[in-house]
């Protein structure tokens, strides 16, 4: 039996932060140690042991891991139109993708052993005989599980208060404020004096609460919304100046810095991509 999707565990002390990046797969991943800052197209959130990612195909996302502890989680990615043969009836296994962005769970310690074991089940072990047939068992069982606890309610992501992040509580406005207002004017210092900090103060808080520096998350912000533009099929000049970039030459910089590919790339990938109706949506 061909399997239906790839695994992996993936465990860091400390690294860099992540390109932009979106798959036409949807990918799942389960963080089961330390924690880590998550960018989901424009939105930052904090995922923490328990935290379970929905993220569906096609949608920007990076993370960067925080110091202190190891940043553990298991990834898996699966095309979804190999899962939809098993839908139906009652049960839609990719209703947890839909929506805006992406889903998120957060577990309690009781569903985090519950459901952790179909998640190493589903790692790659001895190439046994129904070894394959059983790794896609656990894969289906567990999108139910998740799906029957997306439905139950109350797994929301918890606030930075009640991880007892003050830094995070902080910076939760300005990262608001950054996210609807990528083509405004955001320097350090008019971003600071907006919400009465002192420019270094506002540094360390937001590089304490989210791993990375205001500027590279102005940066992110305005590569994702130009990403968008190139997508509709604006120009590069056109995208950058949308997105919030004065500079073509910094815009193009970033851009690959960010996506590794450059803007003129990635808006020729999006268009063959959909004239040969690669895209799949959910």
Do not use: W
């Not at 959130?45 to 929905?54: D, F, Q, S």
């Not at 952790?116 to 068992?137: I, V, Y």
């Amino acid at each position: 039996m061909k399997g239906l999707f790839e695994a992996e565990l993936k465990r860091d002390v400390a690294r860099e932060t992540e390109p932009f990046r979106f798959h036409d797969s949807c990918e799942i991943v389960f963080v089961t140690g330390g924690t880590c800052t998550v960018l989901r197209e424009a939105e930052m959130i904090r995922a923490g042991r328990g935290t379970v990612l929905l993220i569906p195909a096609g949608v920007l996302h990076m993370s960067v891991a925080l110091p202190g502890a190891e940043y553990a989680r298991t990834v898996i990615r699966f095309d979804p139109e190999a899962v939809r043969p098993f839908c139906g009836g009652s049960t839609d296994l990719l209703e947890i993708f839909r929506g805006e962005g992406a889903g998120a769970l957060c577990l309690n310690e009781a569903e985090i052993r519950e459901t952790e074991p179909l998640f190493r089940a589903c790692l790659a072990g001895p190439d046994a005989f129904g070894a394959d047939l059983r790794r896609n068992l656990a894969f289906l069982e567990l999108l139910v599980r998740l799906g029957e606890l997306s439905r139950e309610g109350g797994h929301d992501l918890r606030t930075p208060e009640q991880e007892g992040d003050k830094n995070f509580g902080r910076i939760s406005p300005i990262v608001r404020y950054i996210r609807d207002n990528p083509a405004g004017s955001l320097s350090l210092e008019e971003v600071a004096e907006k919400f009465f900090y002192n420019k270094h103060y506002l540094c360390r808080i937001f590089k304490a609460a989210t791993g990375i520096s205001v500027g590279q998350y102005i940066a992110a912000v305005r590569i994702r919304y130009a990403a968008d533009f190139l997508r509709r099929g604006c120009s590069v000049q056109e995208s950058g100046r949308k997105a919030g970039f004065k500079n073509n030459s910094n815009f193009i910089s970033t851009f690959h810095k960010l996506m590794d590919v450059s803007p003129g790339q990635y808006r020729q990938q999006s268009r063959r991509n959909a004239d040969s109706n690669q895209s799949i949506t959910i």
